[in-house]
């Protein structure tokens, strides 16, 4: 894919691009994992934004690890988590929304996540947000979704998915603890109107 922009935050590797033209029907270089995937998907609109997912993978495989063959070589966990399986010792996450997707790479677990922006409602702000938070993104709804990317995003760099508890994790801050394990909080500056994004990596 064209017009694939990059950025390098804390020691982890982000690329991330437009996915409104991707072709599910073309997966050259996909793997096995993307592959099945995209056989259960009915939908052709989230079919289309799996394979965006894929080739942001690709792309990031052939700027980091250019000498390695495709198909990239990665499984996921039970609770839906992806992991290389070669090269050994990095870790990969992926997001997609809307017309966007986007990957991380980094050599402790990462998390990445894209939002499109979108007004919360007042029980899932007193459900998933702290005190502290709620004062901020009561209101504003480019805060809300700012603050709900780095949620999902240490979320993912957990391991954990929704699990971790949103309602008792604070990302107001460049770094938020989970469990006694630090993990950084950055936003990405992604230039696309409506879309915010965030990273995260174990400390």
Same mark, same amino acid.
């Given at each position: 894919?064209?017009?694939?922009?990059?950025?390098?935050?804390?020691?982890?590797?982000?690329?991330?691009?437009?996915?409104?033209?991707?072709?599910?029907?073309?997966?050259?270089?996909?793997?096995?994992?993307?592959?099945?995937?995209?056989?259960?998907?009915?939908?052709?609109?989230?079919?289309?934004?799996?394979?965006?997912?894929?080739?942001?993978?690709?792309?990031?495989?052939?700027?980091?690890?250019?000498?390695?063959?495709?198909?990239?070589?990665?499984?996921?966990?039970?609770?839906?988590?992806?992991?290389?399986?070669?090269?050994?010792?990095?870790?990969?996450?992926?997001?997609?929304?809307?017309?966007?997707?986007?990957?991380?790479?980094?050599?402790?677990?990462?998390?990445? /996540? *894209?939002?499109?922006?979108? !007004?919360?409602?007042? +029980?899932? &702000?007193?459900?998933?947000?702290?005190?502290?938070?709620?004062? %901020?993104?009561?209101?504003?709804?480019?805060?809300?979704?700012?603050?709900?990317?780095?949620?999902?995003?240490?979320?993912?760099?957990?391991?954990?998915?929704?699990?971790?508890?949103?309602?008792?994790? /604070? *990302?107001?801050?460049?770094? !938020?603890?989970?469990? +006694?394990? &630090?993990?950084?909080?950055?936003?990405?500056?992604?230039?696309? %109107?409506?879309?915010?994004?965030?990273?995260?990596?174990?400390?």
């Amino acid at each position: 894919m064209s017009g694939i922009a990059e950025r390098r935050i804390n020691g982890i590797y982000i690329c991330f691009g437009d996915i409104s033209e991707a072709d599910a029907s073309c997966t050259d270089g996909f793997s096995e994992y993307r592959l099945k995937k995209l056989s259960s998907i009915r939908n052709e609109d989230e079919k289309r934004r799996s394979a965006g997912a894929e080739h942001m993978l690709i792309h990031a495989a052939s700027v980091l690890f250019p000498h390695l063959p495709l198909p990239v070589r990665y499984e996921a966990d039970e609770l839906g988590k992806p992991y290389f399986t070669a090269p050994e010792g990095f870790f990969l996450s992926l997001s997609h929304s809307g017309t966007l997707a986007a990957c991380a790479v980094s050599d402790t677990p990462v998390g990445i /996540d *894209v939002q499109l922006e979108r !007004t919360p409602g007042a +029980g899932l &702000l007193r459900r998933c947000f702290t005190e502290r938070e709620r004062g %901020a993104a009561l209101g504003d709804p480019a805060v809300f979704t700012r603050l709900w990317a780095r949620k999902e995003a240490v979320s993912k760099a957990a391991g954990l998915g929704i699990q971790i508890g949103f309602g008792s994790l /604070d *990302v107001l801050e460049g770094q !938020t603890e989970h469990r +006694g394990r &630090l993990y950084s909080v950055d936003d990405v500056v992604c230039g696309f %109107a409506g879309y915010h994004m965030a990273v995260s990596r174990q400390l």
